[in-house]
Antibody, heavy 113, light 110 residues
């Protein structure tokens, strides 16, 4: 099983960012995919989940309205988009399979003017 | 939802046992047996070491064990080793396909 994420991003405040996670080594529709982020020197924060079998999503209340998780079943990819970025969104973003059994390598998103 | 509460730091000597707590509420840790623990070295990706409160993934040493009582889950490292020096995080299912992480504990091996 492999989860390979897209490369680092630098964005200005107010912009949006999309991070991609390409999955392989298992049946894509059989396992949920989650997103977790970690600000520099801080702890882990759960950002959302998608069920690839149908596309149902769930997000924490704190990020409702700013975060969207989507999938492309044909490409075995799951994306997370975060809008209206602020410096507080500067973090390493991870995709994780199922109940966090496998993790992507992380994508650093930096928000700076 | 607020993060689960963990002690910021814990320490022990090699060979000792070390226990880290993870305190939630009746809507997460107290309600569901879906508590996981993760080990993270500086600059590295978190690694699952305990799932469903007590289960260990293949390859995780059996000196790592998990338990739960009421709203508090615990990770015990028996026979602490130098390589166990890392950050440890708990997580819990909170219903409606939502999850929450703990605040993290930095473990130091003296």
């Amino acid at each position: 099983i492999q989860l390979v994420q897209s490369g680092a991003e630098v964005k200005k405040p107010g912009a949006s960012v999309k991070v991609s996670c390409k999955a392989s080594g298992y049946t894509f529709t059989k396992s949920y995919m989650q997103w977790v982020r970690q600000a520099p020197g801080q702890g882990l924060e759960w950002m959302g989940i998608i069920n690839p079998d149908g596309g149902g999503t769930s997000y924490p209340q704190k990020l409702q309205g700013r975060v969207t998780v989507t999938m492309d079943t044909s490409a075995s990819t799951v994306d997370i988009e975060l809008s209206n970025l602020t410096s507080d969104d500067t973090a390493m973003y991870y995709c994780a399979l199922g109940a966090f059994d496998y993790w992507g390598q992380g994508t650093l998103v930096t928000v700076s003017s | 939802q607020s993060a689960l509460t963990q002690p910021p730091s814990a320490s022990g000597s090699p060979g000792q046992a070390l226990t880290i707590s993870c305190t939630g509420t009746s809507i997460n840790v107290g309600r569901y047996d879906y508590v996981s623990w993760f080990q993270q070295y500086p600059g590295k990706t978190p690694k699952l070491i305990i799932y469903e409160v007590t289960k260990r993934p293949s390859g995780v040493p059996d000196r790592f064990s998990g338990s739960k009582s009421g709203n508090t889950a615990s990770l015990t490292v028996s026979g602490l080793q130098a390589e166990d020096e890392a950050d440890y995080y708990c997580s819990s299912y909170t219903g409606n396909n939502n999850y929450v992480f703990g605040s993290g504990t930095k473990v130091t091996v003296l």
